[in-house]
């Protein structure tokens, strides 16, 4: 079974506006993971923020981390066209064998 | 280092023959996953390995895969006899230590007609 799961599904943007997606997950949690697949590739490793941690800069990314409502959102600012993608998030906890089950995904399309 | 590689990128094969996936991981890590993506159900955790002992194989969607990792760096998935519903793209990716980022590999496409 998953322990994280994106939503929404799916979001469309235009380009410049600010994209935010949401992980939810079940158990607690060693850190919180979040990678991007471009269309028919292997997913890449965007950022990583510990539980005790809150919120996490990255360029054009921010992640946040709430773990009494056991949820992360992602805000992408100012998004251009190369951010189309899809978007997992992975929340490795003790049980290693349940690090890396990835949910759906959300499918972030940003139109130029 | 090259990142994780994946052999073959394509493969294209006749249903009930066998077919070999390998992986070589990223040298010095630990763990080890494979995993299978369609559209119809999403990227599926098969397999995971942790200094090459599988420690959860309950994604291996029956008797007709097998996989293995004889050492550090390397690893194959083996579907025989291969159906045409195995057709999807095969990912490995490794791992530190099953805790902090995981690097994919580029994926096997695999169509069994």
């Known amino acids: 079974s998953q322990q994280g799961e994106e939503d929404p599904q799916a979001l469309s943007i235009q380009e410049g506006e600010n994209a935010t997606m949401n992980c939810s997950y079940k158990?607690?949690?060693?850190?919180l993971q979040w990678y991007r697949q471009n269309s028919g590739r292997g997913l890449v490793h965007l950022i990583l923020?510990?539980?005790?941690?809150r919120e996490k800069h990255s360029g054009r990314l921010r992640v946040t981390l709430d773990t009494s409502k056991k949820s992360s959102s992602l805000l992408i600012t100012a998004s251009r066209a190369a951010d189309t993608a899809s978007y997992f998030c992975?929340?490795?906890?003790?049980?290693?064998?349940?690090?890396?089950?990835f949910g759906p995904g959300t499918r972030l399309s940003v139109l130029p | 280092d090259a990142g994780v590689i994946q052999s073959p990128r394509h493969e294209v094969t006749e249903m009930g023959q066998e077919v070999t996936l390998r992986c070589k991981p990223i040298?010095?890590?630990?763990?080890l996953f494979w995993y299978r993506q369609t559209m119809m159900r999403g990227l599926e955790l098969l397999i995971y390995?942790?200094?090459?002992?599988?420690?959860?194989d309950s994604g291996m969607p029956e008797d007709r895969f097998s996989a293995k990792m004889p050492n550090a760096s390397f690893s194959t998935l083996k579907i025989q006899p291969s159906e045409p519903r195995d057709s999807a793209v095969y990912f490995c990716?490794?791992?530190?230590?099953?805790?902090?980022?995981?690097?994919f590999g580029q994926g096997t496409r695999l169509t069994v007609v």
């Open positions: 390995f942790n200094n090459n002992v599988p420690i959860d």
């Open positions: 158990t607690s949690i060693n850190n």
């Open positions: 040298s010095g890590h630990n763990s």
């Open positions: 923020i510990r539980s005790n941690e």
């Open positions: 990716a490794s791992s530190l230590d099953g805790n902090t980022e995981a690097f």
């Open positions: 992975a929340t490795p906890t003790r049980d290693y064998g349940q690090n890396f089950v």
